[in-house]
Nanobody
């Protein structure tokens, strides 16, 4: 069983930056692909970024490409999302998620473990 806890959310002005963290406990973190998803007000949950178990493969949704960077530290069992040039449309609850032994995954249905989410609000 893997437990995930996000932190780092808050209120930020448009154009600003924020770093989200995801702390993992239990399970085989270093063998699991990880991802960030978000759910904005009145919207469905959507993929933001993924990172493979080793960290060598990363993918992003088009709207955050070039602004967000996903990374992980397997020794610390941590994953991060560095967000820059934030826009009001980035406002959402951000969730970290982990697969169970899969190198990396694009779809939310491939993720077994989820955190409780952290709110990011970008003011215009």
């Amino acid at each position: 069983q893997v437990q995930l806890v996000e932190s780092g959310g808050g209120l930020v002005e448009a154009g600003g930056s924020r770093r989200l963290s995801c702390a993992a406990s239990g399970g085989a973190f270093s063998r699991s692909g990880m991802g960030w998803f978000r759910q904005g007000p009145g919207k469905e949950r959507e993929f933001v970024a993924l990172i493979s178990s080793s960290g060598q493969i990363t993918k992003y949704r088009d709207s955050v490409q070039g602004r967000f960077i996903i990374s992980r530290d397997n020794a610390k069992k941590m994953m991060y999302l560095q967000m820059s040039n934030l826009k009001p449309e980035d406002t959402a609850v951000y969730y970290c998620a982990a697969t169970r032994g899969t190198n990396y995954a694009l779809h939310s249905t491939d993720y077994i473990y989820w955190g409780q989410g952290t709110q990011v609000t970008v003011s215009s």
